[in-house]
């Protein structure tokens, strides 16, 4: 595995993940002076799918995401997720998301949504193997609904498709999570009211 290769792989995921949050919250404070509705304004949670994953490939591994709302029923989720697996040899993932989600029953983060989320995945490998890239596109149905203060339950059904991959490992796609998409996430949330 190129080490210098991680650490400009590093350098332009941590770029973009400040860059694109930066925004968001610049957008949150030219917000601050709306009148507060009650609903749910943002949401961060972590994205188990990788740890999933990981753990499949006797490794670790974990996501996190970030949702924020736009405008009345759109909101915007950047995420970043890491992988590092021992299946074999070392194998660590680095990948980067964005989801734009469309709410139609509600003004906040709850309830139905429809979205469509596009991404990258970069693999890289021990023993000199070229990195693996991949670009992604994942339309997702779901719906949010708060059942405690602070928690979330949320129900959803996606498919996840590469647009553009590499293929330099025969065994690439065991780190990927490509095709039909299912589950129920649990999201924790510190705060339920923007102000």
Known sequence: MNIMSVKHNLKIAFCCIFLSLNVLFAYAENNDSKEDTGELKYLISLDTNLTITALRNYGYGIG?????????????????GHMTCFSGMIVVTVNLQVFLYYYPLSDGLDKLYIGLGNGADFIMYQHNIPEDKGIWLSPVLGWKWKVLPYLMVEPFIGWKFYIDKTNN????????????QWGIGFKLFMKNRHG
């Open 64 to 80: 996190v995401n970030y949702e924020h709302i736009l405008t009345n029923f759109l909101s915007i989720k950047p995420g970043f």
């Open 169 to 180: 490992y025969d065994n690439v796609d065991r780190y990927l999570n490509s095709g039909f």
